[in-house]
């Protein structure tokens, strides 16, 4: 699990920051296990009530608009999601146009460099690899 701030921002900011990241699983219009689990992982990290839960829960099924999601949320907590959401399109491997075009409209949104994108896709690039490292130890210690 990432160390993390998410948990420290102001409670309708968490809201907000997992709307998006609900929002980010349906771009594709496929909803993978990995994606999944990132999600429930980076959900955890807000620590929300049960009934927001239940309602992002919902957000995964009928997402709201990406202005909905964005409208209200701090600078803090946009950089946390926009990261989150840069590793939610590359959970499942792939980061299509689709979703690269939604990594942009935050960064754009918020007028943030235009080259944020690039360098998020490449850190996650380089932590998938540096994840897979650690399996493929862990295989060749039980050879």
Not at 19 to 40: G, I, S, Y
Not at 54 to 72: D, H, M, Q, V, Y
Not at 76 to 98: C, F, I, K, Q, Y
Request: negative net charge; contains cysteine.
């Amino acid at each position: 699990m990432l160390p993390d701030t998410v948990h420290k921002l102001p409670r309708d900011e968490r809201f907000a920051y997992a709307r998006l990241l609900a929002f980010m699983t349906r771009v594709d219009n496929e909803l993978t296990v990995d994606e999944m689990a990132m999600f429930e992982q980076r959900l955890g990290t807000a620590l929300l009530s049960p009934t927001q839960r239940k309602s992002i829960r919902n957000a995964l099924k009928t997402p709201p608009s990406l202005e909905e999601c964005l409208e209200g949320m701090g600078e803090e907590t946009a950089r946390l999601a926009l990261r989150d959401a840069t590793l939610m399109a590359s959970a499942d491997g792939n980061v299509d146009d689709d979703e690269k075009e939604v990594l942009q409209s935050i960064i754009e949104y918020f007028g943030w460099a235009p080259e944020s994108m690039e360098r998020l896709l490449k850190w996650t690039s380089e932590g998938y690899l540096w994840m897979q490292q650690g399996y493929d130890i862990l295989n060749e210690i039980s050879e």
